[in-house]
């Protein structure tokens, strides 16, 4: 019993910590990743040379990847144990899923093939859906739980720089 009683003051300790800063190091993280992928969509929307278009996709794609993989193993279980609506977490997984498959469609696929800018078209669109979602719903039940966000957001950057660096010599080889 003292234990839990501990556990739950460390928690709320840590979860009044997080609220003194402007964001929980973990939804900052997040956060700073939609940015960055919104960025490389406007990018590739702007941009008319092939090469460098098929270049800003497969950077597209490595970071949706890595993204969708450490919000699976780390954020949505623990979002699942933690907040009441099941929906969220579920949703979320199916548009993960439903982006992942596009994604490999656009791996699989020659730049000059004549589906290849609707699709990576397509996959923007529905990642901005997801992010809104995410952020104006997920996001804020999670503040509102009792977890310590700045926590989970080490661990969320710690498995990104694993995947980032194991993706990269995969790419290489």
Known sequence: MATSQSKSTGSTAAKKKSASRSKPKALAMLEKDHREVEGLFADFEKQEDEAKKAEIVQTICMELKVHAQIEEELLYPMAQ???DDDDLVHEALVEHHTAKQLIKEIETARSSDSLYDARVKVL???VKHH?????GELFPALKKADVDLDELGEKL???KTEL??????SAKS
Do not use: L, N, P, Q
């Open 124 to 126: 923007g669109e529905y």
């Open 164 to 169: 980032v660096e194991k993706m990269s010599k």
């Open 81 to 83: 144990e933690e907040i």
């Open 131 to 135: 992010v809104k979602e995410e952020e």
């Open 157 to 159: 950057m710690a498995r």
